[in-house]
Structure formats: C-alpha cells, structure tokens
Nanobody, 125 residues
Framework: QVQLVESGGGLVQAGDSLRLSCAAS????????IAWFRQAPGKEREFVAA????????RYADAVKGRFTIFRDNAKITVYLQMNNLKSEDTAVYYC??????????????????WGQGTQVNVSS
C-alpha cells in the first residue's frame, strides 16, 4: 500500500519557478517508479514526467523538456518536480502517481494505481 501527498503548488508569474513535492508512505516506496501528471481545466489528464525507482532514469513530456526536472530522495521518501520558466499553459492540478507494484515507469495513466489528491499550480501571464 502506498499513500501519496502532493504539496508546493501556488500562484506564480510566467517565468517563475516552483518545486512540487510528492511525499509517500509505505515501506516499499523506494522500489516504485513515480510519475507526475497534470490536468488543466476542461482538458484530460496528461503525463508530465516519470522517474525510475532508483532515480537513474527519467522521462519527460515534450511540453516540459528542458524546463522541468524530476528527482527523488528515497531517504526522505519524496519525489520532487522542479518547474522552471513556467508558462501560463502549465496551469493545472498536478498529481503524483505510483504503479500497483514494482515496475518500470510509463507515460500512460492506466499504468498507475496510487494517486495523490493533487496540488494546484496557477501561472499568470
């Protein structure tokens, strides 16, 4: 069982930075790949970034490549999403997610079983 809690969202201006955190409970957290998704108003939830259980491998959506960085601290059982040079189109609720068991990451939300409650990011232009 894994429980995820996101934090760090807020209201910023275009060009600013934010760091989101995904804190997990559960002894097996360090063996799980973790992904970030986001959902903007009126749009479907979309993949943002994912990281392997070791942190040695990552994947990003094209829309955020070069601006966002996903990393993890297994000692703190937390995964982070560093978001730089934010744009108005980054406005969304951001969710972190974990698969049902130890497995590689995926950009498909169907691969994920555990979800946090989400944290709101608003970027004003």
């Amino acid at each position: 069982q894994v429980q995820l809690v996101e934090s760090g969202g807020g209201l910023v201006q275009a060009g600013d930075s934010l760091r989101l955190s995904c804190a997990a409970s559960g002894r097996a957290f360090s063996t799980y790949s973790i992904a970030w998704f986001r959902q903007a108003p009126g749009k479907e939830r979309e993949f943002v970034a994912a990281i392997s259980w070791s942190g040695g491998s990552t994947r990003y959506a094209d829309a955020v490549k070069g601006r966002f960085t996903i990393f993890r601290d297994n000692a703190k059982i937390t995964v982070y999403l560093q978001m730089n040079n934010l744009k108005s189109e980054d406005t969304a609720v951001y969710y972190c997610a974990a698969p049902p068991r130890r497995q590689g990451y995926s950009s498909s939300e169907r691969a994920y079983h555990y979800w946090g409650q989400g944290t709101q990011v608003n970027v004003s232009s």
